[in-house]
């Protein structure tokens, strides 16, 4: 049975992105540059059952092949290293968690009709405390 994350989608739209940017330490133009960029996400399984996600950020590619309850090693875009466990709830729901070494994120990707949310919170650092609630949402690409 072929999930219903498997696909090529392209942002729509990002909430919350460029407060919690600013709070975990990227500069202004990182920022805009993000806000104003073409990004596009493409799922995919691999033939041992793994997944496959490559994000593209106008011409950057950012790709990771995880399985299920795995964790593997990753990058934010600020430059910190941190440790992602992703779960299969159900075809339409993975839960997520994001680990490095001063703060902790756990979020939730869900599809349906009208494509993917992403939403995540929960980040504590070792400055400040932020609880925020960033939203993303893509849909299919044509």
Known sequence: IMSPFIGNWQREKTTKL?????????GEDMIKHLENADVKLSISMEEDGKIRMCQTINTAKFEHTFAFGKEFDDFTLTGRMFKVVIRKE?????PYEAKGKDYKV????????????????????KHHELEHHVSLHWQLAA
């Open 90 to 94: 159900s075809d339409c729901l993975w």
């Open 106 to 125: 756990s979020g939730l990707m869900k599809v349906g009709s009208s494509g993917i949310n992403a939403e995540y919170g929960d980040s504590r650092t």
């Open 18 to 26: 460029p407060e919690i940017m600013k709070r975990l330490g990227a």
